[in-house]
């Protein structure tokens, strides 16, 4: 009796490891052009460009890595000097996606406070008033998505930035949580 039960315990081992399905690419000698599409074998897979997962991170800082100075062409791209500008009255494209982010019955005037006394790291310190559950802004997330992630190629964090998800968005690879990447103006 033990035998048998031995006997059947290694046929089914034996038959499930070789069911796994990453051995069968290692026994695939079929030539890539004839096997069908999605079995494509490991040396074959391309991974997709994802900045800071399989490509390096150009903005560990998330906004203010592309919001900067730029002295070469005397731009001045940095948020607090946007922001500053909006005193007394925003840009129209920036204002109708500000007020279409805003909560359900929440009117915007178009004007931004001073903030320069308050904010020193970007995007941290803006969640002070642009929280999920805020009522005197519109809610972070929803603003800089619709500010960053709409118009296609007339959106110049998407056609010229080569703007992604994790251009703000951050893993840790050791937790896999995500975070926002914050940092000081430069």
């Not at 089914?12 to 079929?30: F, L, M, Q, R």
């Not at 070469?72 to 279409?100: C, F, H, P, Q, Y």
């Amino acid at each position: 009796m033990n035998t048998i039960v031995i006997t059947v315990l290694t046929v089914t081992v034996v038959a499930i490891s070789s069911a796994t399905p990453g051995n069968h690419a290692e026994n695939d000698t079929k030539p890539a052009a004839t096997r069908e599409a999605g079995q494509e074998t490991e040396s074959e897979v391309k991974l997709s460009d994802i900045p800071g997962i399989t490509t390096p991170d150009r903005t560990p800082n998330a906004c203010v890595d592309c919001h900067r100075t730029y002295p070469e062409m005397e731009i001045d791209g940095r948020l607090t000097t946007a922001l500053a500008g909006w005193k007394n009255g925003s840009d129209a494209g920036i204002l109708v996606k500000a007020r279409a982010s805003a909560q359900a019955g929440r009117t915007l005037a178009g004007k931004h406070p001073e903030i320069s006394a308050l904010v020193k790291v970007i995007p941290d310190d803006c969640l002070m008033c642009h929280s999920r559950d805020s009522w005197s802004a519109p809610p972070f997330a929803r603003l800089l998505h619709a500010i960053h992630l709409v118009g296609g190629e007339k959106n110049h964090f998407l056609a010229n930035a080569s703007g992604t998800c994790t251009s703000c968005h951050k893993l840790d690879e050791k937790t896999g949580a995500w975070h926002l990447g914050s940092g000081i103006e430069r």
